[in-house]
């Protein structure tokens, strides 16, 4: 934790809590963001990541906790926060009654900018995310992954300084992804504070400085993609299949190599800081596994670790 | 304003955003955490999203109190011939449940854009769900819904009046009153439908709204005098709404007015300054939940 008064936070959430009925969909959360931070939440769905974010943007009311937002509360200052927010909610709701380039005027519209910075903003945006022909077409029109490149032009029409991405790559494809992580490091090295979930390690790892691992509505862990690796699992994993049947029997028969087993239905991970060693330990035991992969951990394993169960199920 | 901020070539090392742009002043004015005065943006919206898609909707709207007067006013009002209207005069059957069918039409008409239209709009098209990301207040969201609820009554109040001018319903230059008089009903059921919004979780649930308004339409002296029930049940009647406005555009479209105009003005009056506190002390359990 950088030692560093609350002011120099934008964004600062103590104690946060949200329940639905009886249930807790996020649980007394506690972090901070400094400006230019790129900061992720990592979970699977529903551990209450979509609910922090609507409470940032203040269209969620709080159960208990305090929340600001550069310096004010979203709850009693909600058009004045969201005027420096740009959102990319997790489902696309663009406007299916407007035409492309008409649903990133009126959304400008709704932050009161004037046209005349509209227009050639919009054209700008549209260029971006490489819309340019489809301007005039209807919404309904265009497939997913351009439904998603237009919210996220969408959400930069005011210019803002925190960026809030609702699992923004879910629904692409590998290309697009990498384009879109490419824009979001641009927008980071300008300055602009990213805030991000996602229930892919890949985009953590890629685009976030610092993150934290939800689950059930509670924070797990917290650190920069590196450390949560360090501290949570070995430097390499090696995978082994053996056939789904014999994946739990042929555990028992592994205990003892690498540092940790884990056992899971479709194939037994063995974390150690030498896969390739611990694979010879396996074969020179008598046991042949169908596939065998040495990999480098990564943030499905600090997951895996951490509450017992894979990331995506 | 204008420079690129999506390439890093346009964006030169001054243009860094630094502690400064993460700097907000606060405002003190009263409703900031509900209202941006900025109902007009989705005022636009909604003309804009009209232009392009909604005609046919619009047009069926016009056409429903139309249907009615022609098929009860000039079919049923052939066997009924002539009654007695507000000022005593003998009027033709038609001209007698035209000004009642526009006050339906208009309580039907606020009723559907603040209840159905909201409701459809908060939970399945979502498209509350993108404005109130913005600068957006749900205040200002009410309000712009509301207006573009009142500009769709005063157009089809209007289409109306010309309808019974053209039928010969009209006798007095008085009745163009009419118009504004149906924007004040309309007002008055918008401004409750969307405070009773805010208490509908499911469809079913919205179906009551059409359970209550039903009866309403049929026995608010919309087809014949409130002088047909016995005394209990007329003092129920007038303790509704839609017999007030009735009662109000009956009036105007003969040019006879007496103590009980001003009562039934001032009943609406009442009923939009009710239901627009009441809306907006639910503005956050409609919108932000």
């Known amino acids: ?313 | 304003m204008t420079e690129n901020l999506l390439q890093p070539s346009g964006r030169s090392a001054a243009r860094q955003l630094t502690n400064e742009d993460y700097r907000i002043e606060v405002q003190t004015r009263r409703f900031t955490a509900l209202y941006s005065r900025n109902a007009r943006a989705v005022i636009s919206r909604g003309l804009r999203a009209t232009k392009s898609s909604n005609w046919l909707i619009m047009v069926s709207g016009f056409f429903e109190p139309v249907l009615y007067l022609i098929s009860m006013g000039v079919g049923l009002g052939a066997l009924v011939g002539t009654v007695v209207g507000p000022g005593g005069e003998a009027i033709s059957y038609a001209a007698y449940i035209a000004p009642a069918l526009l006050a339906v039409s208009a309580m039907n008409g606020a009723v559907y854009d603040s209840t159905w239209n909201v409701f459809f709009k908060m939970n399945f098209a979502k498209l509350y769900q993108g404005m109130l990301y913005t600068s957006l207040g749900p205040l200002d969201v009410a309000i712009g819904e509301i207006f573009l609820a009142l500009l769709r009554g005063a157009m089809y109040a209007t289409g109306f009046t010309a309808v019974m001018g053209l039928m010969g319903l009209i006798t007095t230059p008085w009745a163009l009153l009419m118009i504004p008089a149906s924007v004040l009903i309309a007002f008055g059921f918008a401004s409750f439908g969307m405070a009773i919004t805010s208490y509908m979780k499911t469809f079913q649930q919205m179906d009551w709204i059409n359970f209550v308004m039903l009866p309403m339409f049929l026995f608010s002296a919309t087809f014949y005098p409130l002088s047909v029930y016995p005394q209990g049940i007329q003092w129920f009647i007038q303790t509704l709404p839609l017999w007030h406005g009735v009662e109000l555009l009956r009036q105007i479209s003969v040019g006879t007015f007496t103590a009980a105009t001003s009562i039934h003005i001032l009943y609406y009056l009442v009923m939009i300054l009710t239901g627009m506190v009441l809306t907006t002390s639910r503005l956050r359990k409609l919108f932000l939940k």
């Open chain 1, 1 to 313: 934790m950088p030692t560093s008064t609350p002011r120099d936070y934008v964004i600062s959430a103590r104690n946060l809590t949200k329940h639905y009925g009886d249930f807790a969909a996020v649980d007394d959360i506690s972090f901070d963001v400094p400006a230019g931070e790129s900061f992720g939440l990592l979970g699977p769905n529903g551990a209450g990541k979509s609910t922090t974010m609507r409470m940032i943007g203040g269209v969620s009311q709080r159960t208990s906790g305090s929340l600001t937002i550069m310096g004010l509360d979203p709850e009693q200052h909600g058009p004045q926060v969201r005027a420096h927010l740009g959102v990319v909610p997790q489902q696309d709701n663009l406007d299916e009654e407007l035409r492309v380039r008409d649903n990133l005027l009126v959304y400008g519209r709704y932050f009161g900018l004037p046209m005349s910075y509209l227009k050639p903003k919009a054209d700008e945006l549209l260029e971006f995310a490489q819309l340019t022909d489809k301007a005039k077409s209807k919404v309904d029109s265009l497939s997913g992954g351009m439904k998603r490149r237009l919210t996220i032009a969408r959400s930069l029409i005011n210019e803002p300084k925190i960026l809030l991405l609702d699992e923004p790559t879910t629904g692409l494809d590998p290309q697009a992804r990498h384009v879109l992580w490419d824009r979001l490091f641009r927008l980071k090295e300008s300055g602009v504070t990213l805030i991000l979930t996602t229930h892919y390690m890949d985009e953590a790892e890629q685009l976030c400085d610092r993150l934290v691992v939800v689950d059930k509505g509670k924070i797990m862990a917290e650190g920069s993609p590196a450390r949560l690796i360090r501290e949570h699992s070995t430097r390499e994993v090696l995978e082994l299949r053996f056939g789904s049947e014999r994946n739990t029997t042929v555990a028992a028969e592994l205990q003892g190599i690498g540092d940790r087993l884990e056992p899971l239905p479709d194939r037994v991970l063995i974390y150690t800081h030498d896969g390739e060693a611990a694979l010879e330990q396996v074969t020179s035991r008598g046991l042949h596994p169908i596939t065998s992969l040495v990999r480098r951990s990564s943030l499905e394993d600090v997951f895996l670790r951490l509450t017992g169960r894979s990331l995506v199920d």
